[in-house]
């Protein structure tokens, strides 16, 4: 019993060592600074308050950058770059990558103790570019791909509806970094995302890839075919029925043209039929005037006679 509460003892006494170690790692670990390339980045000194009487001296590579104690500061680069405050801060101006590196601070009393020594690992970033999404859609394959134009690697993702896919890269070809998605399913409708970032910026691209596939490719092809052969099939049937009733209505218009024609014909007929066995006639001879002592008798028809009245017998009887 003794020995087993002895060896419990032991073995937290391990675990809480190595944890204190992990810890005490982890504190000593130098912190990291990003800049952007092209601008301006502040090195502070952590977690010390500089005073008047206190000397800095910044370093980068072992190699002095700055030395100064209030408003007095000595530049052993060039001045235009870099700038000491009197808290001790360093502006360093106009990044390049040649800027990455090891700095390291450190401060004395006024009577020359040292009295922190801090070290600072600054990385100089570009921003990165928009990524953009490509696909293929064949018969034999179909792929989505997530590329970035730029020099640096960047940390490429690739989302389909919001899930972070597994996929191998990046791959740089021709100053373009790129990832590959070969998607298991023959058919594909999916919102898709390309993230591209770095420490100091981030951009995406959203693209809806709607690919068919193979199969829906076929099927597509054969729809859309049956679709032409129906539209030329409708087109010759409306092509024959207006045909056919442009020939009857021509029919229609032609027959009463006929019809009087025929009668044309038989009037025709008959007035010739008439003159044939009409008598002929002689021809006239021409007579002589008569004599002007020959009077000219014009026969006047008879005048109607007015009717007369009788008279009645009671005026006959008053007659004396």
């Known amino acids: 019993m003794i020995l087993k509460m002895k060896f419990r003892e032991i073995f937290l006494a391990k675990c809480l060592v190595v944890l204190f170690s992990c810890v005490k790692g982890s504190a000593d670990k130098d912190p990291k600074v990003y800049g952007i390339q092209n601008s301006s980045v502040f090195l502070n000194i ?3 308050k500089v005073e008047k009487q206190h000397e800095i001296i910044w ?3 072992s190699i002095h950058l700055t030395k100064g104690k209030g408003s007095n500061v000595k530049y052993y680069k060039d001045r235009k770059k870099y700038e000491m405050f009197t808290n001790g801060t360093l502006k360093i101006d106009c990044l390049v990558e040649e800027d990455s590196g090891n700095y390291k601070v450190a401060v004395y009393s006024a009577t020359g103790r040292l009295q922190v020594e801090k070290n600072l690992l600054l990385s100089i970033q570009e921003i990165v570019s928009k ?10 394959l179909i792929k989505v791909i997530c590329e970035v134009k730029q020099k ?7 989302l389909q509806n919001n899930r972070t896919l597994s996929v191998n890269g990046p791959i740089y070809t021709n100053g373009t970094w790129k990832i590959e998605y070969p998607p298991k399913a023959r058919i594909l409708t999916a919102k898709f995302q390309c993230e591209v970032k770095n420490d100091v910026s981030k951009r995406t691209d959203d ?12 099927l597509i092809g054969s729809i859309a075919g049956g679709s032409i052969v129906f539209i030329i099939f409708l087109a010759l049937l409306i092509y024959c029925i207006r045909k056919k009733r442009a020939e009857r ?5 032609e027959t009463p043209m006929q019809i009087q024609q025929v009668d ?27 004599p002007q002592s020959q009077t000219q008798y014009q026969v006047v028809p008879p005048q109607p006679r007015p009717r007369t009245q009788l008279k009645s017998p009671r005026h006959m009887k008053k007659r004396p």
């Open 46 to 48: 952590p977690d010390f």
């Open 59 to 61: 370093l980068k590579n």
């Open 131 to 140: 990524p953009e999404i490509k696909w293929i859609c064949s018969q034999k």
């Open 152 to 158: 640096n690697k960047p940390a490429l993702y690739l």
């Open 207 to 218: 693209q809806e890839i709607k690919c068919s596939g193979p199969q829906d490719i076929v």
């Open 249 to 253: 209505y021509a029919q229609d218009d």
């Open 264 to 290: 044309d014909e038989l009037k025709y007929r008959e007035l010739s039929q008439s003159l044939v066995h009409a008598p002929q006639k002689q021809p006239c001879q021409q007579q002589r005037p008569p």
